[in-house]
């Protein structure tokens, strides 16, 4: 009787064994969607966006966009989601490196006629059951450490793949401010570009009028009225310039287009240009970039692939065994005197393959070599982008500075213009075209304030996010 306890004790833990493997892999299967991991996903990336340096612009409402994106861009959630696939991917691999374990149940029922004779004999007709309730174990005996050697390799594979969810934060974060920045530009352009509109408006008025008087040949009202319809022109280009730029914020930052016009944003006036830039990188900051990491990372996947495939000339090593009962009654099933076991082994080593493994060996060094270049590749590329960086903020923060000072000087020249005019020197006409002057002065300074602004960001994305 005890016997017959613990027998049934025995199947029920099997049982509960197996419902809870079955349990754990429909929970496993119950994937949350991309949707609800939204809020989540910055939470343990701040450092990848530095929010601290988007500070120093001095617009809180750059910021807000920036941490946006970073909870609500699909190319973020697919990066993250990409970092969990391949979690469970070394997982699964690391699940390899253990014994594999078996619970189930077999019948079967045999009936022989009596026309079955062996020789001379002839057996009579009977029917047999056969209950089986075994518990099997395999384990592929790893001397050789081909399945370490995977998981490892898997698990380098991991580490570049977070390398590439890093850059896309850094990627979509540079890209949400080169296009605020851009908005911001154009803004202004707008606002410039329609002031210029109601000049050459007056402008081609006055000289339709002097003409009227013979103070002007009509050429003149010509060339007045074709400037005039050239600025409106240039305005319908800003617009639509505008509204390509706020479709494309609204997408970053995981809006529909359709309500782009009414996103928040402040006035380029009020921007400031970074002054406390380096200049100078050092070494260590560029090779901590996340493409560089992420290259080192797989030539150290493609050093494990070249071991692993030389251990594949070694021979396969597999243990198996099998304990449970089995009884041609389903009342003797539990009983002790029913219970089997078995033990063996297997040992497989392919003598011909046609030259796949040697093959398989020779492509993983020559993709370790690919590696190797692709590294020097990267690290040279990654310098070259900081050099140029630095090269373009240096060279438009001295022509932005130029420009500032042009709209200083002719600033002044034009309270010499209207004194001029007050005193009667000059005509109207003549203040009109230099007040023209000055805005388009101050439409190429904008513009190069907007440069500099962009070679900031070109430079913290040159430099990994780590300015």
Not at 267 to 290: A, F, G, Q, T, W
Request: hydrophobic residues 35%.
């Amino acid at each position: 009787m005890n016997k017959q306890k613990n027998l049934i004790f025995y199947i029920t833990i099997c049982l509960l064994m197996s419902a809870n493997a079955a349990f754990s892999e429909n929970t496993d299967n119950n994937i949350k969607p991309a949707s609800q991991l939204k809020g989540t996903l910055v939470d343990n990336k701040a450092e990848y966006i530095n929010s601290d340096w988007w500070g120093k612009f001095n617009d809180p409402i750059l910021k807000d966009h920036i941490l946006k994106a970073a909870n609500t861009n699909q190319d973020i959630k697919i990066a993250a989601l990409k970092v969990l696939e391949t979690q469970e991917i070394v997982r699964e691999s690391l699940g390899k490196e253990f014994p594999l374990l078996g619970f189930g149940t077999n019948f079967a029922r045999n009936k022989t006629s009596g026309n079955v004779s062996m020789g001379s004999m002839s057996f009579p007709a009977y029917t047999q059951n056969s209950y089986r309730l075994p518990l099997d174990a395999n384990y592929e005996l790893d001397l050789w450490k081909k399945n370490r050697d995977k998981t490892l390799s898997l698990a380098k594979g991991l580490e570049a793949v977070k390398y590439d969810e890093k850059a896309s934060y850094i990627s979509l974060t540079s890209a949400v401010a080169s296009t605020y920045f851009n908005i911001l530009n154009i803004d202004k352009q707008i606002q410039l570009q329609k002031e210029i509109i109601n000049l050459r408006k007056d402008i081609y008025d006055l000289t339709k009028e002097n003409y009227n008087y013979g103070l002007n040949p009509a050429i003149d009202v010509v060339l007045t009225d074709k400037s005039l319809t050239e600025a409106q022109s240039g305005l319908y280009d800003l617009e639509k310039q505008q509204s390509i730029f706020l479709n494309q914020l609204a997408v970053l930052t995981g809006d529909s287009s359709d309500s782009s016009s009414a996103l928040k944003r402040s006035n380029i006036d009020n921007m400031n240009l970074i002054k406390d830039l380096p200049l100078n990188i050092k070494s260590e900051i560029v090779k901590n970039r996340p493409d560089i990491l992420k290259s080192e990372a797989e030539i150290q996947k493609t050093r494990i692939d070249v071991k692993l495939a030389r251990k594949e000339l070694f021979p396969d090593i597999t243990l198996s065994g099998s304990f449970g009962f089995n009884a041609n009654s389903l009342s003797k099933v539990p009983l002790w005197d029913s219970y089997i076991t078995s033990m063996g082994g297997n040992l497989l080593q392919v003598v011909f393959s046609g030259g796949q493994r040697k093959a398989r060996l020779k492509i993983k060094k020559y993709q370790y070599e690919q590696m190797l270049e692709n590294y020097q590749k990267t690290v040279l590329k990654s310098f070259q982008e900081v050099n140029d960086s630095l090269a373009a903020l240096k060279f438009d923060t001295q022509k932005n500075d130029s420009n500032i000072a042009r709209i200083k000087s002719e600033g002044e020249n034009l309270d010499n213009i209207i004194l001029k005019y007050d005193k009667g020197a000059i005509s109207y006409l003549d203040t009109l075209q230099y007040r023209e002057r000055i805005i388009t002065l101050e439409k190429e300074q904008i513009q190069s304030k907007t440069d500099c602004l962009i070679d900031s960001i070109s430079l913290y994305k040159a430099v990994g996010g780590k300015l």
